[in-house]
């Protein structure tokens, strides 16, 4: 079973101040598969990180629309993102790595739940959760 969700080192590192969401340039990297990506990775790596017209390798920035927000109700903290869109895309990819490109620490890998494929140069568009305090990607209580 893959597990998807924050990685140890973004939390421990959010402690350190090695992250700042609102001002750092946060991407997102597809993959072909996990072999190297789980709540243990550390860092951006090129291992099993898919090719494909339309796709640069280290993905691409996300842009945050909604600063992190503090839900004093239900004692939790969020960031939202709006979705990110490769176009001219032909490609597969099972799953996908948010990280910090300015020192490309890991924050959170995703699991697609199958391999998603695109072709015929169409739009491949991963979309987040809305962002609440129950359901945002990245969120802590």
């Given at each position: 079973m893959i597990v998807q969700g924050q990685t140890t080192s973004f939390k421990k590192e959010l402690y350190l101040g090695v992250h700042d969401l609102d001002t750092d340039t946060i991407k997102i990297a597809l993959y072909t598969g996990f072999?190297?990506?789980?709540?243990?990775?550390?860092?951006?790596t090129t291992t099993n990180?898919?090719?494909?017209?339309?796709?640069?390798?280290?993905?691409?920035?996300?842009?945050?629309?909604?600063?992190?927000v503090g839900d004093l109700t239900n004692n939790t903290a969020y960031v939202s993102f709006a979705p990110v869109v490769w176009t001219g895309a032909s490609f597969t990819a099972r799953c996908a790595l948010i990280y910090n490109s300015n020192t490309n620490a890991s924050v959170c890998v995703l699991d697609f739940g199958s391999d998603k494929t695109n072709t015929q140069?169409?739009?491949?568009?991963?979309?987040?959760?809305?962002?609440?305090?129950?359901s945002a990607i990245i969120r802590f209580n």
């Open positions: 072999a190297d990506l789980n709540l243990d990775t550390t860092v951006y990180e898919i090719t494909g017209t339309g796709y640069t390798a280290g993905g691409k920035p996300l842009t945050v629309t909604q600063v992190p140069a169409g739009t491949f568009t991963v979309t987040f959760p809305t962002a609440t305090s129950t």
